[in-house]
């Protein structure tokens, strides 16, 4: 990946245990920066944590937090800790909600304690958008999430810009599309389940009807733009999409991924979610024009080295 010259900083990752934060951790130390990764390990797995990353095994709601930040003294937090699955939050919505509303409360009240942050990027995400008839979605809709998972994104989002505007904290906000890519084996999200399905051989069980539609970032692409965002000494309180051209329903993705991988892929609608929102994708011109960021890796790629990087996970 190319350098985003970040230089030798000390920066702390919550949820750097995860999917996207292990990926992010991997950069930044490759980068040569001293980084902290705080996480729960609740979904996120210690294997992900690069060797060279101090770790601390502390959920974001804990008082504890405070203390590391204070201990650590960082430059530059990624917050990414947080209940990130949309059936477990309509499942369990107070524990959803405490972490992705009280989690960033916390995490942010240690910045402003702290008092010397260079960047805070916090991630939110495109479901902190909710339901709209208007696409693709832009940084200026409102938030108007409607279910447990989406009103707490929405909410976390609009709280990190309320410290930005009262305390003057260097506040920047990314809101993803749905990632994709090695080092997520979340095998309820679409991708690492076909591929399960395509390693196993067995049957994908697609939980909608199939018809919803999303939009698909290869994650190394997401960790260049918030490690770019981080270095933007602007536009502090503001949100960025980040996104892709790949906008697919599920039968698309299965589809494209059989001729991806050249293979078939049996698979059985079963239509039993609920509270999804039916269509969505993000206009991430802001992300180009005033990041110069945009998406490098192409969809097939992507979906290559994913199945690779699963395969070798699995032991196949």
Same mark, same amino acid.
Request: aromatic share 12%; with cysteine; hydrophobic share 35%.
């Given at each position: 990946?190319?350098?985003?010259?970040?230089?030798?900083?000390?920066?702390?990752?919550?949820?750097?245990?995860g999917f996207i934060g292990s990926n992010l951790v991997n950069e930044l130390v490759e980068q040569k920066n001293k980084v902290v990764v705080i996480d729960n390990l609740s979904s996120g797995r210690k294997e992900n944590i690069n060797s060279k990353a101090k770790f601390y095994k502390i959920d974001v709601r804990?008082?504890?937090? #405070?203390?590391?930040?204070?201990? &650590?003294?960082?430059? $530059? /937090?990624?917050?990414?800790? =947080?209940?990130?699955?949309?059936?477990?939050a309509y499942q369990k919505p107070f524990d959803a909600i405490e972490?992705?509303?009280?989690?960033?409360?916390?995490?942010?009240?240690?910045? #402003?304690?702290?008092?010397?942050? &260079?960047?805070?990027? $916090? /991630?939110?995400?495109?479901? =902190?958008?909710?339901?709209?008839?208007?696409?693709?979605?832009?940084e200026d809709f409102p938030l108007r999430g409607d279910h447990p998972y989406d009103v707490s994104k929405s909410s976390a989002d609009l709280i990190a810009r309320a410290?930005?505007?009262?305390?003057?904290?260097?506040?920047?906000?990314?809101?993803?599309?749905?990632?994709?890519?090695?080092?997520?084996?979340?095998?309820?999200?679409i991708i690492p389940g076909i591929i399960e399905s395509v390693i196993k051989n067995k049957e994908f069980l697609i939980?909608?009807?199939?018809?919803?539609?999303?939009?698909?970032?290869?994650?190394k692409d997401i960790v260049l733009g918030c490690i770019k965002l981080s270095n933007y000494k602007k536009n502090y309180g503001e949100a960025f999409n980040f996104g892709s051209k790949n906008i697919f329903n599920v039968i698309e993705i299965i589809n494209n991924i059989e001729k991806i991988l050249d293979v078939r892929i049996g698979y059985k609608v079963l239509n039993i979610t609920k509270n999804e929102i039916p269509?969505?994708?993000?206009?991430?011109?802001?992300?180009?024009?005033?990041?110069?960021?945009?998406?490098?890796?192409?969809?097939?790629?992507?979906?290559?080295?994913?199945?690779?990087?699963?395969?070798?996970?699995?032991?196949?």
């Open positions: 990946m190319e350098n985003m010259e970040i230089k030798t900083k000390k920066i702390l990752v919550t949820g750097g245990a804990s008082k504890k937090l #405070r203390e590391v930040f204070k201990k &650590e003294n960082p430059n $530059v /937090v990624f917050h990414l800790a =947080a209940e990130a699955i949309v059936g477990d972490t992705n509303v009280m989690g960033t409360v916390n995490v942010l009240e240690a910045c #402003r304690k702290l008092g010397h942050m &260079e960047a805070i990027i $916090v /991630v939110s995400s495109d479901k =902190a958008y909710g339901k709209s008839k208007n696409l693709p979605y832009r410290y930005f505007s009262t305390y003057g904290l260097p506040i920047l906000i990314t809101r993803f599309s749905n990632v994709f890519g090695p080092g997520d084996m979340n095998l309820s999200r939980r909608s009807d199939g018809k919803m539609i999303r939009e698909y970032t290869y994650v269509k969505q994708y993000l206009d991430w011109t802001k992300a180009k024009e005033v990041l110069s960021w945009q998406p490098k890796t192409s969809f097939q790629d992507g979906v290559k080295e994913t199945f690779e990087w699963q395969k070798r996970r699995q032991k196949f």
